[in-house]
């Protein structure tokens, strides 16, 4: 229902109530179980058993499963046992990474249980809001949480902190006027919002929305209804599995075939592609990358960002555009003073936020003026600054704060101890401006503050360093345009010399005489730290947009001082688009709208969801920062969700899938390049891993083209896939970053795990080690003629060997190890130490060589074997030198278009 669009007599008759006296108890307890509480319904995910369920639904486990239950039809029970045990464990990895549930609803929940004063039956009650129906008439007041959706009936000085549902920075000047039909969520100002907070005045409203049907409802309705996204890494790793597993049952299905031509038996036969499967699967990868991302979330938490979804890590480093709030993430959140204009010149006011800690700058002959400007200003406020744990904390308006931080700043603290109030005009909309009489030592005076548009007719001389003068009327208007064009807030500041006998002030006293003093520019600056942040991020390739409930000027503003780059218009400045213009954009042009500019204002929160959505029809990676409970649809809809530790909502956390502790958007910059760091490691590990796969697999198939037995058993190739993968593989995960990472353009969406030359770099190493391997198993058993065992166990050694050789040459895919530094990291060295002792354990214990079927033998075959990895490691290396291959970089600062 557009409520705001209404008269209070025709809603208050549409809803059948009474303003006077409220509903009758017995009409509120037939509405409240004809329709339910005022809370909102609980939503319930995916049950714990189902989570664990689904781990073992992937393709390559789904294969695994398949051979332990061949293992055990072929009655080899320690081999099935092995590999269910290796299953078990990796769902269990799985679901414990999975295990966080979503409790934004619950988060939502709790916003509104509150109490509220309500009237039934002729007199106000206590009750709580969860009892309240639509049709309850309930007063507000100054500190109180608005309980449910209202139509303000009556309304004095009523202002209504709604930054964290409408991104409004400062809070709303509330009014009871019919608006019309198409205004926008933000600029509702006849209603009062379920979970928003009363800073200042008194107000009384009909229930118009309770519970899910409230604005706060309806966003708890988005985020349910947000299907949750997969991140670029799970999805590279589903693409690589879905070809990995019709590669291994290709291949397997080939090897039955040979195995059926050569006259095997059909057990033979499954007995080789189970074999096959086993060595093929990369069992340890999963291990390893919730090793590899589990190091990253540690690395970030240290550098201020708290990952709540391991995925999330790498997400970073595939970002190509962040959509960020503007209200408390790119700004400060605090209103401050920056610019004071007198007709004797301007100041500019030093300093950020709520501590007085700044001078004034500027012409010596506009000081005075200046000062006197700021103390009417100071003068005519309501709010308090008071200290709380060493931090200043508002009490009441954020406008009037930064007034008297600027008073504060000017010196003017003991000046405005000896001035007495007598009387007070408080802000009224239809006035647009607040005045206050007070006896000081210069005497009697009624000072003005408010719009200039409400204060300027009624001025007709200006104070001067000399006095005063005529003012010049179109000189100060033409310097309020100049000023909002900045993006500031602007408020003028007059006065009037008051007879000694007066005790009160009238509206009729400030219709004319008034004596301007000057304007004050003030806003919600832009955080330091985020300018360069952006300038990184720009640099990296990455886009920047701000996405917020601001207006549009001042959203613009921001932006350009922030250096955000994106489309403009005619005259130079970054083009903004507003809510209302969002809305008449059709859903096939907004992703080009979205993908061009970079400043959205007025935006509602289903809104932001649009938009987030549209650029990932765009084929981007999308990182949505924000703070307010208007954020979380799009927190959760995004390939990446960050929220604000200190400032942000609950609902906003518990919706994205990282937390800046900090409140700090530099971190973001930090945090993509971590993610960055994190993928460069996860492809060097697979780049080392899948050989050591394919070298088991080559192996086989030589093997079974030779008609000769299994150089390796299957339960020997799942020792090699975990224990290498645990061992040595994880010492890639703590490479050092290497140089240039944020010069790099982001990668493709559609880029895969491993592009073609990895892929041939690949299959070449499979190929030469599958030879080395079969080498030295044919040659112990048909050239020393050792036993089968003996040779097997040497097979194992080789490919641990080879493996141990070839991680050196993976610590970089482009770059020889002499220029990383042979030291530069040292988990590769005890890595391969332990993994040495390991294997000569699992060649001489007589427990290892009973569970894995090994033999000891003769210590010359370490000498060959160490021979073998030598020369893996010397071909690799040549060919980093012969063939050297870069990354992608970032060309002129711009970002290379993602993958349409």
């Not at 669009?5 to 017995?26: H, N």
């Not at 195995?259 to 340890?284: H, K, M, N, W, Y």
Request: hydrophobic share 50%; proline share 4%; glycine share 8%.
């Amino acid at each position: 229902m557009r409520w705001h669009s209404k008269r209070p007599a025709d809603v208050v008759a549409e809803v059948k109530s009474d303003s006077e006296r409220g509903l009758s108890t017995a009409e509120a307890a037939t509405r409240l179980a004809a329709n339910g509480p005022n809370r909102l319904a609980t939503r319930h995910g995916p049950s714990a058993l189902r989570r664990f369920l689904t781990q073992f639904t992937q393709p390559l486990v789904l294969i695994l499963i398949a051979a332990a239950i061949v293992s055990a039809v072929l009655e080899d029970p320690l081999d099935a046992a092995v590999i269910a045990i290796v299953v078990l464990a990796n769902a269990i990895i799985g679901y414990l990474q999975e295990s966080r549930a979503e409790q934004a609803i619950a988060a939502l929940d709790q916003l509104v249980v509150t109490e509220a004063t309500v009237l039934r039956d002729g007199s106000k009650r206590r009750v709580p809001s969860d009892q309240l129906v639509v049709g309850d008439v309930v007063s507000l007041q100054s500190g109180d949480s608005v309980p449910a959706d209202l139509r303000l009936l009556q309304a004095r000085e009523l202002q209504i902190e709604e930054a964290a549902l409408t991104g409004e920075s400062v809070p709303t000047q509330k009014t009871l006027a019919q608006l019309p039909d198409e205004t926008a969520l933000g600029d509702r100002t006849n209603l009062a919002f379920a979970g928003t907070q009363v800073t200042y005045g008194t107000a009384t409203g009909v229930v118009v929305a309770t519970g899910d049907a409230t604005e706060t409802g309806r966003i708890a309705d988005l985020l349910a209804n947000v299907e949750t996204m997969s991140t670029p890494l799970t999805r590279r790793i589903e693409a690589l599995s879905r070809l990995l597993l019709w590669v291994i049952l290709g291949v397997a299905a080939a090897m039955i075939g040979l195995e059926a031509l050569r006259g095997a038996s059909v057990l033979e036969s499954f007995d080789a592609a189970v074999a096959l499967a086993v060595g093929a699967i990369p069992e340890g990868l999963p291990a390893a990358v919730t090793v590899l991302l589990a190091v990253g979330v540690s690395a970030m938490a240290k550098r201020g960002a708290l990952v709540r979804k391991l995925p999330a890590v790498e997400t970073l480093g595939s970002t190509t555009v962040i959509c960020s709030d503007k209200t408390g993430t790119l700004t400060e959140n605090q209103m401050t003073v920056t610019q004071v204009w007198t007709a004797e010149g301007e100041l500019a006011v030093s300093g950020i936020g709520y501590d007085a800690l700044g001078s004034l700058e500027g012409p010596e002959q506009a000081r005075a003026v200046v000062h006197e400007c700021l103390l009417g200003a100071a003068l005519c406020t309501d709010t308090r600054l008071v200290n709380v744990d060493g931090r200043t904390k508002v009490e009441g308006d954020p406008t009037e704060a930064a007034l008297l931080v600027a008073a504060k700043k000017a010196g003017l603290t003991e000046q405005l101890a000896h001035h007495h109030r007598l009387d007070l005009l408080p802000f009224e909309s239809q006035h647009m401006y607040m005045a206050s009489l007070n006896d000081g030592p210069a005497g009697r005076f009624v000072w003005v503050k408010g719009s200039a548009e409400s204060i300027l007719k009624r001025c007709s001389t200006a104070r001067t360093a000399d006095g005063v003068a005529p003012l010049h009327h179109e000189r100060v208007t033409k310097q309020v345009e100049a000023l909002a064009a900045k993006g500031l807030r602007v408020l003028c500041i007059a006065r009037r010399q008051a007879d000694t006998t007066e005790r009160e002030v009238t509206h009729e006293q400030l219709d004319e005489g008034l004596v301007f003093l000057g304007l004050v520019g003030m806003i919600d600056p832009p955080r330091a730290e985020a300018r360069d942040a952006i300038a990184t991020c720009q640099r990296a390739g990455v886009k920047v947009k701000m996405i917020t409930g601001d207006h549009a000027a001042t959203a613009a503003a921001i932006a350009a001082q922030l250096g955000i780059e994106g489309r403009r218009v005619g005259n130079g400045a970054l083009e903004a688009i507003s809510g209302v213009a969002l809305e008449k954009i059709s859903d096939a042009e907004l992703p080009a709208v979205a993908d061009s500019v970079a400043v959205f204002a007025r935006v509602a929160p289903e809104q932001k969801l649009r938009l987030v959505k549209a650029l990932q029809q765009r084929g981007h990676v999308v990182a949505m920062t924000g703070d307010g409970v208007n954020d979380a649809p799009a927190l959760k809809q995004a390939d990446l969700g960050i929220s604000m530790g200190r400032t942000g909502t609950d609902v906003a956390r518990r919706a994205s899938a990282m937390i800046l502790t900090d409140d700090n958007f530099a971190t973001i910059a930090a945090a993509v390049e971590e993610g960055r760091a994190v993928y460069e490691n996860l492809v060097k590990f697979l780049a080392w891993s899948l050989p050591t796969n394919g070298a088991q697999g080559f192996t086989l198939l030589i093997a079974v083209a030779a008609g000769v037995s299994l150089p390796i058993l299957p339960v020997q190739m799942l020792w090699v896939n975990m224990a290498t993968a645990i061992v040595i593989g994880t010492a890639l995960i703590f490479e050092p970053r290497e140089p240039g990472l944020m010069d790099r353009a982001p990668r493709p969406v559609s880029a895969p795990l491993l592009d073609g030359g990895m892929l041939f770099r690949i299959i070449f190493v499979s190929v030469l080690s599958a030879g080395l391997v079969f080498g030295a198993w044919y040659w112990a058993l048909e050239v020393e003629h050792l036993s089968i065992a003996a040779a097997r166990t040497i097979a194992v050694n080789a490919i641990v060997v080879v493996g141990v050789a070839y991680l050196f040459n993976c610590r970089s895919l482009t770059k020889p190890l002499w220029r990383l530094g042979v030291f530069g990291n040292k988990w590769v060295w005890w890595g391969s130490l332990v993994m040495l002792v390991v294997q000569v354990a699992f060649t001489y214990l007589p427990f290892m060589q009973k569970l894995f079927h090994t033999e000891a033998i003769a210590p010359i075959w370490w000498l060959r074997l160490a021979g073998a990895g030598a020369l893996v490691f010397a071909v690799v290396e040549l060919k980093k030198v012969v063939l050297p291959s870069e990354p992608a970089r970032v060309r002129q600062g711009h970002a290379q278009q993602p993958a349409q």
